[in-house]
């Protein structure tokens, strides 16, 4: 039982970070390394570590590790598959902050999906700095920005 867990959430980490993967190749012209998404981003152990301790709450999360600050968003523990959490935009206010813009969905009461628990997130990694960071849920018809929870 324990090993599905695992299973379908690295499944679902893969197919989250996998359709993001486009935007990130775009993202990263603009910024010019300072964002790591996708394949581009390699967790340390740290990282991970750091990681499984907090997806089980919903929220947004930055830890800075080194060079880097982690950025997560996070929908907490899910009844099934079929929830997702996708970055759909990121952008640097001249200089003033990043925006992340973020999307959550959830599969219809018609969808048939695998009745599992599940971890939704997606997570970047953006250059340390003093720069602010903002997430906005832009899942509906206006974006609503998602204050940071405490880390751990």
Do not use: C, H
């Amino acid at each position: 039982m324990q090993r599905n867990r695992i299973i379908i959430v690295v499944m679902l980490l893969a197919s989250v970070l996998g359709g993001a993967a486009w935007a990130a190749n775009s993202m990263l012209d603009r910024q010019a390394q300072e964002v790591l998404m996708g394949p581009q981003l390699t967790l340390t152990p740290e990282m991970e570590d750091w990681l499984d301790s907090i997806k089980d709450e919903a929220g947004a999360w930055v830890k800075t590790f080194g060079q880097y600050r982690l950025v997560v968003i996070t929908m907490g523990e899910m009844p099934s598959a079929g929830y997702a959490v996708e970055i759909v935009d990121l952008d640097e206010s001249n200089g003033a902050k990043w925006v992340v813009d973020v999307t959550f969905t959830a599969p219809g009461p018609d969808d048939m999906v695998a009745t599992v628990i599940t971890y939704p997130y997606a997570v970047m990694a953006i250059k340390a700095g003093d720069t602010p960071i903002v997430v906005r849920d832009v899942s509906g018809a206006e974006p609503i920005e998602l204050p940071f929870t405490n880390t751990k």
